[in-house]
T-cell receptor, first 115, second 114 residues
Framework: GAVVSQHPSWVICKSGTSVKIECRSL??????MFWYRQFPKQSLMLMAT?????????EQGVEKDKFLINHASLTLSTLTVTSAHPEDSSFYIC???????????FGSGTRLTVV | QQQVKQSPQSLIVQKGGISIINCAYE??????FPWYQQFPGKGPALLIA?????SEKKEGRFTISFNKSAKQFSLHIMDSQPGDSATYFC?????????????FGEGTQLTVNP
């Protein structure tokens, strides 16, 4: 149980374009979803937290207009990287928590490369 | 007070040996301590987790030892195998608090030589 599906697993986009990453909870209702960014050989850095039906709460230093998060349903959250630039290239990972389950389940991650 | 300190940064162990990774925390409100295993290009996967009401939890070759008074917890991997080579992250959270989130350690790169 407690499976989170993240797509795509990798994406290459041109500088200036936007990219959407999807995170779905397959067998539970995700009341809270988290989006992380991870640089090579580093720990996970929390970007934002979203509760279903509410606006996302962004961590200090994360541009909310560049990283748009939507958590419109209990099973789906999306992260859109707008006007992507090479410095946005990174590994993005989502995580979800649900009612009645106190753990955190992670998606498989998305490798974004902006060229 | 939200930090979780993890050591060592990297660890090399021979096949069949014991791998030990340590973490220390400061926030006494933390009440959930998971360990995650991450392979290159993949998301973290929950390995084992412990609550502060017990001092040890064992699942197969993996054991968490928890010392509440010292605010430390550690992961022991018995009979380490080359397939265990990965990055390991400890983490801590306040589960019951609204708005809780995981605080991660810096990670340990484990290499198990055949």
């Amino acid at each position: 149980g407690a499976v989170v599906s993240q797509h795509p697993s990798w994406v290459i986009c041109k500088s200036g374009t936007s990219v959407k990453i999807e995170c779905r909870s397959l067998d539970f209702q995700a009341t809270t979803m988290f989006w992380y960014r991870q640089f090579p050989k580093q720990s996970l850095m929390l970007m934002a937290t979203s509760n279903e039906g509410s606006k996302a709460t962004y961590e200090q230093g994360v541009e909310k207009d560049k990283f748009l998060i939507n958590h419109a349903s209990l099973t789906l959250s999306t992260l859109t990287v707008t006007s992507a630039h090479p410095e946005d290239s990174s590994f993005y990972i989502c995580s979800a928590r649900g009612q009645g389950y106190y753990g955190y389940t992670f998606g498989s991650g998305t490798r974004l490369t902006v060229v | 007070q939200q930090q979780v300190k993890q050591s060592p940064q990297s660890l090399i162990v021979q096949k069949g040996g014991i791998s030990i990774i340590n973490c220390a925390y400061e926030n006494t409100a933390f009440d959930y301590f998971p360990w995650y295993q991450q392979f290159p290009g993949k998301g973290p996967a929950l390995l084992i987790a412990i609550r502060p009401d017990v001092s040890e939890k064992k699942e197969g070759r993996f054991t968490i030892s928890f010392n509440k008074s010292a605010k430390q917890f550690s992961l022991h991997i018995m009979d380490s195998q080359p397939g265990d080579s990965a990055t390991y992250f400890c983490a801590a959270s306040t589960l019951e608090t609204s708005g809780s989130r995981l605080t991660f350690g810096e990670g340990t790169q484990l290499t198990v030589n055949p």
